[in-house]
T-cell receptor, first 113, second 114 residues
């Protein structure tokens, strides 16, 4: 049982580059979400999805794009990377919409130079 | 807007001792939920304990217990008989009702020493 799988684990980008962080879960969870974790800021919600074809913005959505074409996958796209997007990114899923029993991936450490 | 404040960026405790992590929150809601999450070095987040605001009794999970002071909007986590495996980042979180998003605090890094 893989749970929530995030790739890559580490990534370095140059300012202006684009990339996609992958997230997949094998638990048939309807709810999936993306957080960023920054020192002194805690975890902040970027985007979330309550099911295939349905996405919505969280607290800090600017500069990021998401889609949910299947229940399993919820990729996060950085359109034009900026140094302010240097962070650790976590994907999380749960049975319930906005459920507190979140299953987190192991994170992606992203540096934008 | 709801806010969650953890005023202790770092804490240290000796093995087998007890430590308390602080959390305060601000809300105008009467029905809400509070949580403590643990993030070990592996970065996987683990739900440690859950408290429902309408329950006066403090939640307990083995060595982990909370001190929930609703009037003071305070929600501290007590870890008894600390173990090396308790070393982690701990996040306090708030949710105003079952169908609402979680708001996380800034985290407290706990170090456990021999």
């Amino acid at each position: 049982n893989a749970g929530v799988t995030q790739t890559p684990k580490f990534q370095v980008l140059k300012t202006g580059q684009s990339m996609t962080l992958q997230c997949a879960q094998d638990m048939n969870h309807e709810y999936m979400s993306w957080y960023r974790q920054d020192p002194g800021m805690g975890l902040r919600l970027i985007h979330y999805s309550v099911g295939a074809g349905i996405t919505d913005q969280g607290e800090v959505p600017n500069g990021y794009n998401v889609s949910r074409s299947t229940t399993e996958d919820f990729p996060l796209r950085l359109l034009s990377a900026a140094p302010s997007q240097t962070s650790v990114y976590f994907c999380a899923s749960s049975w319930e919409v906005f459920g507190e029993k979140l299953f987190f991936g192991s994170g992606t450490q992203l540096s934008v130079l | 807007a709801q806010t969650v404040t953890q005023s202790q960026p770092e804490m240290s405790v000796q093995e087998a001792e007890t430590v308390t992590l602080s959390c305060t929150y601000d809300t105008s809601e009467s029905d809400y939920y509070l949580f403590w999450y643990k993030q070990p070095p592996s970065r996987q987040m683990i739900l440690v304990i859950r408290q429902e605001a309408y329950k006066q009794q403090n939640a307990t999970e083995n060595r982990f217990s909370v001190n929930f002071q609703k009037a003071a909007k305070s929600f501290s986590l007590k870890i008894s008989d600390s173990q090396l495996g308790d070393a982690a980042m701990y996040f306090c979180a708030y949710k105003p009702g079952t169908a609402s998003k979680l708001t996380f605090g800034t985290g407290t890094r706990l170090q456990v020493t021999l």
